[in-house]
Structures are given as structure tokens and as C-alpha cells.
């Protein structure tokens, strides 16, 4: 079982930053793909940014590329994403997320953990 924690949460004006923290339990974490997704109300998880368990690999929306950038640090279980240039349209709630086949997908549904989840507001 991997349970896994988000933090860095919180409320930002557009143009600002945030980094956003995934902390995971576990032994076999650096065998897992990782993947950030969000939720804004009254719509359906989308797909934010995804890296293999080597990190060697990185995937983005278009929507986030060039202003979000992903990352893992596996010696402390712990995967990141550093958010900058903030626009109103990136509120959400985020959500890490672990696959234990080790492979990126785009798709929520081939991920195996969930976190809780962590809010992030822009204001305009």
C-alpha cells in the first residue's frame, strides 16, 4: 500500500508561483511513473504533468508547458512541481498520483494512488 500526502497549497495572485510537494510512503516509490492532475468544479481531471520513475522523462499539458515544471527526488520519496506565471485558470485542486507499472500515461484511470489533494487559487 503507498499512501501519498500533497502540500504546498494556497492562495496566489496571477503571475506568482507555488510549489506544490507529493510525499510519498513506501519503499518501491522510485519503481513508480508519477503524474500531477486537477480538479476544478463543475469539471473533469485533467492531465497536468507526468514523469517516469527514473525521472529521466517528463511530460506536460500544453496548457501548463513552459510555466510548470515536474520533478522527483526518490531518495526522499518525494516528487514536485514548481508552478510559475500563474493564470486564474489554473485553480484547482491537485493531486499526485502513482503507477506502479512505472510507465507515463496522460490517462487518470491508469494510475493505481491517489493523494487527498492540495487547493490552488490565482486571483485575477
Known amino acids: 500500500q503507498v499512501q501519498l500526502v500533497e502540500s504546498g497549497g494556497g492562495l496566489v495572485q496571477a503571475g506568482g508561483s507555488l510549489r506544490l510537494s507529493c510525499a510519498a510512503s513506501?519503499?518501491?516509490?522510485?519503481?513508480?511513473?508519477m503524474g500531477w492532475f486537477r480538479q476544478a468544479p463543475g469539471k473533469e481531471r485533467e492531465f497536468v504533468a507526468g514523469i517516469r520513475w527514473s525521472g529521466g522523462s517528463t511530460y506536460y499539458a500544453d496548457s501548463v508547458k513552459g510555466r510548470f515544471t515536474i520533478s522527483r527526488d526518490n531518495a526522499k520519496n518525494t516528487m514536485y512541481l514548481q508552478m510559475n506565471s500563474l493564470k486564474p485558470e489554473d485553480t484547482a485542486v491537485y493531486y499526485c498520483?502513482?503507477?506502479?507499472?512505472?510507465?507515463?500515461?496522460?490517462?487518470?484511470?491508469?494510475?493505481?494512488?491517489w493523494g487527498q489533494g492540495t487547493q490552488v487559487s490565482v486571483s485575477s
Open positions: 498520483a502513482a503507477s506502479v507499472s512505472g510507465s507515463f500515461s496522460a490517462h487518470w484511470d491508469r494510475y493505481d494512488y
Open positions: 513506501g519503499r518501491t516509490f522510485s519503481t513508480y511513473a
